[in-house]
């Protein structure tokens, strides 16, 4: 089932119009959600992203768009669905309305969200290997707009039909100092002995609600040492251990990279914290 504007339908029963400035312009803004056993994980988190970026893009924030309002909004959704699912990803897309060209006639939004199910509650080491490499046909730009979770993913997209042409499980990306950022879908964070590095928000990476996560643990964790600073591609192949995360995959480790291979020691532990965390009560 889809939610659009508070009007719950079976998805081919709803369509958007060609007008619709997301399609458009891109003039969007998605948060990717969580749910295991009925409840929206890091609800807040997400919900305070959004409404900053909203405000960085000078959307209207209805009255309505409390907190309480929107999850209410996703686990109706959710409860219409009736699939008995324990986990599910959740995508709750704010686009501003209808009119105008590169210049909105309102600043006025709607909001759709939708569902697919998941397999699993609980953040898993995938044990599958995961290969990559930088892609350097195009580099993210620095700046507070690309830490923002737009609809304009066009270098994503290339850079996964990069990644598939290559057989890479996904690959790195750069911004225009030619630092590594982030992955295709994910921050990405790197161990050396006990330091834990991981890009900093003013270098273009996206503001990852699990990077925020991670970043409160290993800052909580007294054998860690956690540092945000720029990381140039000729650290990576000195790891010990480099990770992607993101709130559906939790941290997927990086096996390779060239021909430098990875451990996955450090990664276990913090998936192990990870739950302890969210699903210890």
């Keep these: 089932m889809i939610n659009f504007n508070g009007q719950i339908t079976e998805p081919t029963a709803h369509s958007l119009s060609i007008n619709n400035r997301g399609f458009a312009y891109g003039d969007a803004l998605f948060e990717t959600l969580k749910i295991a056993k009925g409840r929206v994980l890091y609800w807040e988190d997400h919900y305070f992203r959004l409404m900053a970026s909203m405000r960085i893009l000078r959307m209207e924030i209805p009255m309505n768009f409390t907190l309480e309002f929107l999850e209410e909004e996703i686990l109706r959704t959710l409860n219409a669905d009736k699939t008995g699912n324990t986990s599910d990803r959740v995508k709750l897309t704010v686009m501003r309305q209808e009119g105008g060209l590169y210049d909105p006639e309102s600043n006025a939004v709607d909001y759709l969200i939708s569902i697919q199910p998941l397999p699993e509650v609980l953040y898993r080491i995938n044990p599958d290997p995961c290969k990559v490499d930088l892609f350097k046909d195009f580099y993210i730009a620095p700046g507070l707009l690309s830490n923002l979770k737009t609809n304009n993913r066009i270098l994503n997209v290339v850079g996964s039909i990069f990644a598939a042409e290559n057989d890479f499980d996904n690959c790195l990306l750069l911004n225009t100092d030619k630092a590594v950022v982030e992955g295709l879908n994910a921050n990405i964070f790197m161990v050396n002995g006990n330091t834990i590095k991981t890009a900093p928000l003013d270098d273009g990476c996206i503001k ?32 010990d251990e480099l990770f992607l995360t993101n709130v559906i995959q939790g941290i997927q480790p990086i096996t390779q990279y060239r021909k430098k291979t990875y451990v996955n020691s450090v990664a276990e532990e913090l998936v192990e914290q990870l739950n302890k965390k969210l699903f210890s009560n």
């Design 208 to 239: 990852g609600v699990m990077r925020k996560q991670l970043i409160d643990i290993i800052n909580d964790d007294p054998n860690f040492t956690l540092i945000e600073a720029s990381i140039s591609p000729f650290e990576l192949q000195k790891a």
